[in-house]
């Protein structure tokens, strides 16, 4: 019996470069972005594999100035409940979000949670259905980075989930996931490493030399909130101290393209 392959001309090199390439942009250009790219983000969701082909989301593409301009404002307070709660030193370091007043299109991606009764008893019900919503938003952000453009993935908040149900009309049973801010990229983008191979993968049972004890889980947690300030900086999302213009963007993985250019890709 002979070998049953995919047949498809894109490349594993292709697919890891995006991946490698793709990062949260905060901090876009308001130049608009042509309709069939946003088409080509929604028809990457629309392949994403979902718990028992249950495909619990729906995308709602917002475009209208003022509609956007309203969402920028009830995200952005999640910001002051932040400072109040998750402040200090060691605080969530969030980005500033006046970047969010920029962004030429969101996608709002909602999903139907009452469908985690097509998945077994048996399982974690729930957390298939977010794993579903996941993998749908991921296959999002990686055609937006295919294209060039930059996204940001925008989590949702308790305080202000019921206005933005509201803005966006969304009716009973369905729930904001997250929202992509997607535009073209100043191309400040941050730089960000990955824990390495060694580090990450075990073989056949995990290595209980490198299970975390609860301290070093905390101190896990306050190291990466340090290193996304670095990034913060980095990226130009707050203002530098390191100097940004000191890293050359072919070092970075990008080039300087005009906008007349990037639409013809
Ligand atoms: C589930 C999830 C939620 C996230 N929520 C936010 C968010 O609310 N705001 C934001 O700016 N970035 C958010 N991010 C982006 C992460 O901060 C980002 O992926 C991480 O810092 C790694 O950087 P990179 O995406 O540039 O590789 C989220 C990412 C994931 C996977």
């Not at 995919?6 to 309709?35: H, Y």
């Not at 999002?140 to 980075?145: D, I």
């Amino acid at each position: 019996m002979g070998r049953i392959v995919l047949d498809t001309s894109a490349t594993i090199d292709d697919l890891l470069e995006i991946m490698r390439k793709r990062r949260s942009c905060r901090l876009f250009e308001p130049d608009p972005v042509p309709e069939e790219m946003i088409t080509n983000i929604l028809e990457a969701g629309r392949w994403a594999p979902s718990g028992c082909s249950s495909e619990p989301w729906e995308f709602i593409v917002v475009r209208d100035a003022e509609r956007r301009r309203r969402f920028s404002e009830i995200y952005s307070q999640q910001r002051k409940f932040s400072e109040e709660r998750d402040a200090g030193p060691e605080g969530f370091p969030w980005p500033d979000l006046s970047y969010l007043f920029n962004v030429p299109v969101f996608i709002v991606v909602a999903g139907d949670r009452r469908l985690n009764r097509t998945y077994p008893m048996l399982y974690y019900r729930y957390d298939i259905y977010q794993q579903s919503m996941a993998a749908c938003i991921q296959n999002m952000f990686l055609a937006a980075a295919a294209q060039g453009l930059g996204a940001t993935w925008l989590s949702m908040g308790r305080h202000f989930e019921q206005e933005l149900l509201a803005l966006f009309e969304i009716p009973p049973g369905y729930r904001i996931e997250t929202i992509l801010a997607i535009g073209w990229p100043d191309l400040r983008r941050e730089v960000r490493e990955r824990r390495p191979l060694a580090e990450i993968v075990h073989y056949e049972s995990f290595d209980p030399s490198r299970a975390r004890s609860e301290a070093a889980a905390s101190a896990r947690v306050t190291a990466t909130r340090g290193v996304r300030r670095l990034d913060r900086e980095i990226s130009g999302e707050t203002p530098s101290t390191l100097g940004f213009g000191d890293k050359p963007l072919e070092k970075l993985g990008y080039t300087v393209e005009s906008i007349e250019d990037r639409g013809k890709r």
